[in-house]
């Protein structure tokens, strides 16, 4: 069985530039979890979804951050544009239902310059 | 508000025993998770507790007290490579997944 696939994963872009990172879960878990993780910290949620609604969207910079999940499998999330702040590794997770064990896929680390 | 505390760091030698607290204040509670994470990797499930008491996998237990809003991942026969963060996570309200700063362990021959 295919893990949690994250593409791209590495992405150095200048500052103000758009960048966008697609996740495919594993087969048949309706929940997605885009988290942000900076250097030495936990991951941060960004938004949450059941199937193709946002069940949670709360800690979203929705400005310049915006989230999809067309179809209720893959999901792409964007920046634009993308602040120096916004340096982290962005990490896709998947699970079959809220409560239970998330798995992540490898993450996409963005270096904004 | 949500609040999960987990110490920055821990140093403990190779065969020896550690713990890592973690206390938690959540809306809602849901059951709690350890997640290991090696440098530059993704997490990886470790352990799940939602009723009291102790939870035992091999050389990792976990430990819960909902009434205390605390846990503990107990890690024995230390390893190097068991050298890694160690995040804490817990299922708050609306069966949201958040996690801690994470605790780094290093362990030394």
């Known amino acids: 069985e295919a893990g949690v696939v994250q593409s791209p994963r590495y992405k150095i872009i200048e500052k103000k530039q758009p960048v966008a990172f697609w996740c495919n879960p594993i087969?048949?878990?309706?929940?997605l979890y885009w988290y942000r993780q900076n250097l030495g910290q936990g991951p941060e949620l960004l938004i949450r979804?059941?199937?193709?609604?946002?069940?949670?969207d709360s800690q979203l910079p929705k400005d310049r951050f915006s989230a999809e999940r067309l179809k209720g499998v893959d999901s792409t999330l964007k920046i634009q544009p993308a602040e120096l702040g916004d340096s982290a590794v962005y990490l896709c997770?998947?699970?079959?239902?809220?409560?239970?064990?998330?798995?992540f896929g490898a993450g996409s680390r963005l270096t904004v310059l | 508000g949500q609040n999960i505390d987990q110490p920055t760091e821990m140093t403990a030698t190779e065969g020896a025993i550690v713990q890592i607290n973690c206390t938690y204040q959540?809306?809602?509670?849901?059951?709690l998770f350890w997640y290991q994470q090696h440098a530059g990797e993704a997490p990886t499930f470790l352990s799940y507790?939602?009723?009291?008491g102790l939870e035992e996998k091999g050389r990792f237990s976990s430990f819960l007290s909902r009434s205390k809003g605390y846990s503990y991942l107990l890690l024995k026969e230390l390893q190097m490579k068991d050298s890694a963060s160690y995040l804490c996570?817990?299922?708050?309200?609306?069966?949201?997944?958040?996690f801690g700063a994470g605790t780094r362990l290093f362990v030394k021959a």
């Open positions: 997770a998947s699970t079959t239902s809220g409560a239970n064990v998330l798995t």
């Open positions: 087969s048949g878990h309706n929940t």
């Open positions: 979804y059941e199937n193709e609604e946002a069940v949670d």
């Open positions: 959540t809306s809602g509670f849901n059951g």
């Open positions: 507790n939602v009723l009291d």
């Open positions: 996570a817990v299922i708050a309200g609306g069966f949201k997944t958040i």
